[in-house]
């Protein structure tokens, strides 16, 4: 009698040459699994932190503003400086780096010189000088220096109110480089520097001109040019 053949199969193994190519990629990457797991988890943990620093930059950032929005409406008036400075020192010191912060000590620095206190507006504007994010706004760090400049003249240090201005005359032009020569030459004139003053009157009548100034120009021009036989002052 013969044997009865089984019907069941064995246990097919896939030739590798059939293997699919997603097979194949499993293979060549199981000795590196236990580097790129690890590597992923970091990325997760990496992403999640600039999330939460973005989030938590973010709300620093509202809270300063609203804290400054409170205190526009005042911040014209001088007379209430007395209570505008500790709070815009307290925007300043807890919400530092934000936007707000930043225009928060611009009007910190205007009120002290509004209240005549000119040295220290003049130590408040020369940090802000030196502040990458005003140095990267032109509009921005021009107005600090000028506001330098101005301190310094109130402090009749007119020399160095002068000499906070002279960089900025060849960096800008048009209208305002004719108002910066204008107040550069007054204060060379006021700081006893004559040959500065008169060499910046001379660059303002080379320049397109102002019917109306020209007169005061040649006035303060020939005022500040020695007569043969005349030291200058």
């Not at 997603?22 to 797991?37: A, S």
């Not at 003049?122 to 140095?135: E, F, H, I």
């Not at 107005?143 to 160095?160: D, I, K, P």
Request: proline residues 9%.
């Amino acid at each position: 009698m013969p044997k009865p053949i089984s019907q069941r199969r064995g246990v097919l193994v896939p030739d590798p040459e059939v293997r699919t190519l997603l097979e194949r990629l499993q293979d060549r990457l199981q000795p590196y699994l236990k580097y790129l797991l690890p590597a992923l988890g970091l990325v997760v943990v990496l992403a999640a932190g600039w999330w939460l620093t973005s989030h938590f930059r973010e709300r620093r950032a509202q809270a300063a503003a609203v804290a400054l929005a409170a205190l526009r409406p005042q911040l014209s008036d001088p007379a209430k400086a007395g209570e505008l400075l500790p709070a815009l020192e307290k925007i300043i010191r807890e919400h530092s780096g934000t936007p707000a912060a930043l225009e928060a000590e611009m009007f910190r620095a205007h009120l002290l010189y509004q209240t005549g206190k000119y040295e220290e507006a003049l130590a408040a504007y020369r940090r802000l000088a030196a502040d990458s994010r005003v140095q990267r706004q032109p509009g921005l760090r021009v107005m600090v220096t000028e506001s330098v400049s101005y301190c310094e003249e109130a402090l009749g240090r007119f020399q160095e109110a002068a000499a906070a201005l002279k960089p900025l005359i060849e960096e800008v032009g048009g209208p305002l480089q004719g108002e910066l020569l204008r107040r550069y030459a007054g204060l060379a004139e006021k700081a006893g520097q004559p040959e500065e003053a008169r060499r910046a009157w001379e660059k303002l009548l080379e320049r397109p001109p102002v019917p109306a100034l020209v007169p005061y120009l040649k006035e303060r021009l020939a005022a500040t040019t020695p007569t043969e036989g005349k030291p200058s002052p």
